[in-house]
């Protein structure tokens, strides 16, 4: 039992810090790299708006985080021992109730924003319950068409916060939505190597357990593809388009020749580091715009 107030879990910090190791493991994997995305590809209406941008996409982030970890406390007592649950910070009722009080708290948030960002919101929730309680993620094609799916309504919500008009997305808002929802999709199984111990142990089929070898020798052909692609979208000059391509490719190796779970977790982080590069472009050929509108 701790014995500092500041520890402990009934304090105004020790509820923040319960709140903030809910989300811990996410911030670098979807509040960082999804805000960078929305303010890129609204584009960002004023700096102000990076507040509720950043605001909206922690309270879903959280609803969908506490949903995930009520499901599998074993599991993560055994791997992931510094999270609430294990680390007996809350109860699991206690737990439950957040996870299902979280639903209206996001839906009230989004509401004010308008019915776009609302419908964002309620697909949020609803490809959680899928992901989570229903258990799409037990297997790797729904879990990463799912996955993807949740991020784009992520994407959309966050982007319609940060524009001037929540009501509306342009045509470039939307190919850089559909461009990251088809990148996710196709490459979010980097994220399964680090957790593959675990994954067993509950019994998930993702695509490092059921094809190792396919799932590690995919990565660099398909980061690689999406570097040219999007270089070839937004329009980058030819230093800009060889560096991204350079990266995905010191990743993709990665990936194939080091394989442990140390090396597969800093190479995840590395994955993350091109995927915010390749989110900010949208921002880059906006630029381009503004500087000479004959590029439209």
């Known amino acids: 039992m701790h014995t500092s107030a500041f520890t402990r879990s009934d304090t105004l910090f020790g509820i923040l810090l319960t709140i903030f190791l809910f989300v811990k ?17 609204a584009p960002l209406c004023t700096p102000h708006r990076i507040v509720p941008v950043v605001w909206w996409i922690f309270l879903h982030l959280l609803q969908f985080d506490t949903s995930n970890q009520i499901q599998d406390v074993d599991e993560d007592a055994k791997n992931k021992p510094i999270r609430p649950l ?10 439950i109730i957040l996870r299902w009080g979280l639903v209206p708290a996001c839906w009230i948030i989004s509401i004010v924003h308008g019915g776009p960002v609302l419908f964002s919101s309620v697909a949020l929730v609803l490809f ?8 799409a ?3 790797w094609l729904t879990k990463n068409i799912v996955t993807a799916i949740g991020f784009a309504s992520f994407e959309i919500g966050g982007t ?14 939307c190919l850089s939505v559909a ?17 593959e111990e675990g994954d067993r142990l509950t019994g998930r089929m993702t695509l490092p357990i059921v094809s190792p070898r396919l799932g590690r020798a995919s990565i660099l052909p398909l980061l690689a593809f999406w570097s040219i692609a999007v270089s070839f979208v937004w329009q980058l000059t030819w230093a800009y388009s060889i560096l991204l391509l350079c990266f995905s490719v010191l990743v993709g190796v990665r990936f194939l020749l080091l394989r442990n779970r140390a090396a597969d977790q800093t190479s995840f982080l590395l994955y993350n580091v091109w995927l915010s590069a390749v989110h900010v472009l949208p921002g880059y050929w906006r630029y381009l715009q503004y500087q000479d509108p004959f590029l439209k």
């Not at 979807?30 to 960078?36: A, D, K, W, Y």
């Not at 959680?128 to 258990?135: A, D, G, K, M, V």
């Not at 319609?160 to 808002?173: F, P, V, W």
């Open 179 to 195: 461009i990251s929802t088809a990148v996710f999709a196709t490459t979010i199984h980097t994220q399964d190597f680090k957790d």
């Open 86 to 95: 294990p680390a007996g910070r809350i109860s699991l009722r206690h737990a």
């Open 128 to 135: 959680t319950i899928l992901y989570n309680e229903l258990q």
């Open 160 to 173: 319609l916060i940060a524009g001037c008009d929540a009501s509306h997305m342009d045509a470039a808002a």
């Open 25 to 41: 493991s996410d911030i670098k994997t979807t509040l960082i790299p999804i805000t960078i995305f929305s303010v890129s590809s």
């Open 137 to 139: 993620h037990r297997h």
